[in-house]
């Protein structure tokens, strides 16, 4: 059976399916599966999904969507898990904005309920079902060199991450450095890779790249994460200044950041570590966190520095720089550049 469907959701955008679709009313229930599926309503919140091209685009009632199963463990939204089993006809949920589908375990009140989804099959391609990880980027080499790094984690979703990472690049792509940007954690969407290209990435990828719709309960994630460094350079056809890498969700949490900033091989590459701290609180914690880890933050943002008292409190009493990327990017980028290459070619 073929069908048009109304929307194609970013999390597939890899696959280049085209306007129509192949599909079947049988289902396998694999992580970043392509499925078929209906709206069965129309929200006021949360009512828009990111479709191929990373445009934001409302779901109607009765609008086919393409999206791909997945995990969600969000802490200011949805948590959602890949049913055991999934038929026709079931009703599931659209878990994110990229186009994540699964079984919602747990709402958020500013969002209100995920959307629900009829399943009207499996995408198919040549009588198979398909996969995101159909379409990831070929391995690299275990060889291959891996640009200097500069690493945006956060205490929590909302902690000013993306701004941060976005900044360091301009910042950095504006004193002539070439840039590429990376996002390691989270769930798949385009918009913050798109928001790194439009602030002077020379290339970026994420974790979406290497076949996975989210890193939510994933393990191995290290490895991951070296294999899209080691593909950065390759991808972008040149040679590397830095890769900016922003770390989805908290680093306490479920999209395993823990695990990547644990890695030693990965810990290795960081030449600055920028932390995102929503509140003086979590400023302090965070600090103590790193420590606990065999880590270092180089330089605090976030919310936390939205005046001076935070300011004051980030360089005084925990002896750590500090800068607001929205008020003050330059002074940012400057210790965030400091922190980086004058590390870099001090050592030995």
Known sequence: MKIRPHKLTSVVHRLKLGPEVEFTRRVETRNGQV????????????????????????????????????????LRGFVGRIPEEVRAGDTIHLLNLGGLLGEAVSENKDVGHPLRVEVLGMVVRE?????????????????????????????????????????????????????????LTGVAAVRDLLNMRDHGA???????????????????????????????????????????AEMGDGIIGEYGVESILSNPGFQRLIHAHVLCANDLVAAWGGVQWFAQHGLTADVIAGPATDNEVGLRYVREVLGVAAANARTGPEAFVDLVEQAAFTRASASP
């Open 202 to 244: 020379v290339t970026t990828l994420s974790f979406h790249d290497c076949g996975l719709p989210s890193t939510a309960g994933e393990t191995g994630l290290g490895d991951m994460a070296l294999q899209v460094l080691r593909a950065m350079e390759r991808e972008a056809g040149q040679e590397l200044d830095v890769v900016v």
């Open 127 to 183: 009588g198979r079902g398909v996969n995101i990880a159909d379409a990831a980027i070929p391995a690299p080499d275990p060889a291959a060199a891996i640009p200097p790094l500069v690493v945006v984690s956060g205490t929590c979703m909302n902690s000013g991450k993306t701004v941060a990472a976005c900044e360091v690049i301009s910042g950095l792509s504006q004193r002539g450095y070439s840039v590429a940007g990376a996002k």
């Open 35 to 74: 499925l078929l599926v209906r709206a069965l309503e129309e929200k006021r919140v949360y009512d828009v999904v990111e479709v191929e091209t990373g445009r934001m685009a409302h779901v109607s009632k009765g609008d086919v969507l393409v999206g791909a199963l997945g995990r969600r463990a969000a």
